[in-house]
């Protein structure tokens, strides 16, 4: 029968694509509804899988079949050389989850280059810079002028969708591009970076509720104007302590809610303007 063809494979590349995946033995016989035994067989070579055990493997590990046939592992680039540093976690251990997804916001972005590059407008280099020295107030405004972000018609929204449309164009229009994904827990990731001279890319968690998307894309522009800024690294070459990290994200989290809604454009509001001490 088909389904008892023994698939050709070279044993190495499954390990390779498992470790890939970020998966574990265990996790992945629970999908593949084998035991644990049976894979770790095909993993050394001695035994094979199917055809159709090899293919589901593929789809399990979201490589193309042909990957399993190769004499042995591509030369590839560790994802922790790709995004910012992330306080919940340690490069090369992402979750399968956060891999798939920013293997998938890499793969977007590719596209896009792509489809620029066929209609002749490539992107210019991402050139806006910032300082950890800098006063948080002023890079706030600065980057608020920046976004053409005014009074008017930020309190022209009708909703949070709206905000979130109009915060999401005012950064594309920087260079950045701007994605959401999925599948991959709130409390891992709520928002990432993805450093590229051209070209960068902001990717949101779809867990985010809308309301909350603003903060978290004003949140990684200012970790990607940083890192412009030579401020950061990737999350593979970062240094710092952790106590030392947190005031990074102390930082950017004060510019955020200063791009968002400065002090001056609070103090202009009635209800804000009543409770203030006469003076």
């Given at each position: 029968?088909?389904?008892?063809?023994?698939?050709?494979?070279?044993?190495?590349?499954?390990?390779?694509?498992?470790?890939?995946?970020?998966?574990?033995?265990?996790?992945?016989?629970?999908?593949?509804?084998?035991?644990?035994?049976?894979?770790?067989?095909?993993?050394?070579?001695?035994?094979?899988?199917?055809?159709?055990?090899?293919?589901?493997?593929?789809?399990?590990?979201?490589?193309?079949?042909?990957?399993?046939?190769?004499?042995?592992?591509?030369?590839?680039?560790?994802?922790?050389?790709?995004?910012?540093?992330?306080?919940?976690?340690?490069?090369?251990?992402?979750?399968?989850?956060?891999?798939?997804?920013?293997?998938?916001?890499?793969?977007?972005?590719?596209?896009?280059?792509?489809?620029?590059?066929?209609?002749?407008?490539?992107?210019?280099?991402?050139?806006?810079?910032?300082?950890?020295?800098?006063?948080?107030?002023?890079?706030?405004?600065?980057?608020?002028k920046l976004l053409q972000i005014t009074r008017e018609n930020q309190f022209s929204w009708q909703n949070d969708s709206q905000a979130w449309k109009a915060w999401r164009n005012a950064v594309e229009a920087q260079?950045?591009?701007?994605?959401?994904?999925?599948?991959?827990?709130?409390?891992?990731?709520?928002?990432?970076?993805?450093?590229?001279?051209?070209?960068?890319?902001?990717?949101?968690?779809?867990?985010?509720?809308?309301?909350?998307?603003?903060?978290?894309?004003?949140?990684?522009?200012?970790?990607?104007?940083?890192?412009?800024?030579?401020?950061?690294?990737?999350?593979?070459?970062?240094?710092?302590?952790?106590?030392?990290?947190?005031?990074?994200?102390?930082?950017?989290?004060?510019?955020?809610?200063?791009?968002?809604?400065?002090?001056?454009l609070l103090k202009q509001e009635h209800l804000i303007q009543t409770r203030m001490p006469s003076s």
């Amino acid at each position: 029968m088909a389904r008892s063809i023994p698939a050709l494979i070279n044993p190495q590349m499954l390990v390779w694509a498992r470790n890939e995946a970020g998966f574990t033995d265990e996790e992945v016989v629970e999908q593949l509804k084998r035991s644990v035994g049976e894979l770790r067989a095909w993993e050394s070579g001695e035994e094979k899988p199917t055809l159709r055990q090899a293919e589901r493997l593929a789809k399990i590990y979201k490589k193309p079949y042909s990957v399993f046939t190769l004499s042995e592992p591509p030369k590839t680039t560790p994802l922790a050389t790709e995004y910012r540093r992330l306080p919940n976690v340690t490069p090369g251990k992402e979750s399968t989850e956060l891999r798939f997804a920013l293997r998938d916001l890499l793969y977007r972005r590719h596209v896009a280059l792509e489809l620029f590059e066929e209609i002749g407008e490539l992107p210019e280099k991402f050139s806006l810079q910032a300082k950890l020295s800098e006063q948080t107030e002023e890079l706030s405004r600065r980057i608020r002028k920046l976004l053409q972000i005014t009074r008017e018609n930020q309190f022209s929204w009708q909703n949070d969708s709206q905000a979130w449309k109009a915060w999401r164009n005012a950064v594309e229009a920087q260079g950045i591009l701007v994605l959401l994904f999925s599948d991959v827990t709130h409390e891992e990731v709520r928002g990432v970076s993805l450093f590229h001279s051209v070209l960068p890319v902001i990717g949101i968690n779809t867990k985010e509720i809308a309301a909350s998307r603003p903060f978290t894309l004003m949140h990684e522009f200012i970790h990607i104007i940083l890192a412009n800024g030579n401020e950061e690294k990737p999350a593979i070459d970062e240094r710092r302590t952790s106590a030392e990290w947190k005031k990074i994200e102390e930082f950017t989290e004060r510019v955020a809610g200063g791009i968002l809604m400065p002090e001056e454009l609070l103090k202009q509001e009635h209800l804000i303007q009543t409770r203030m001490p006469s003076s």
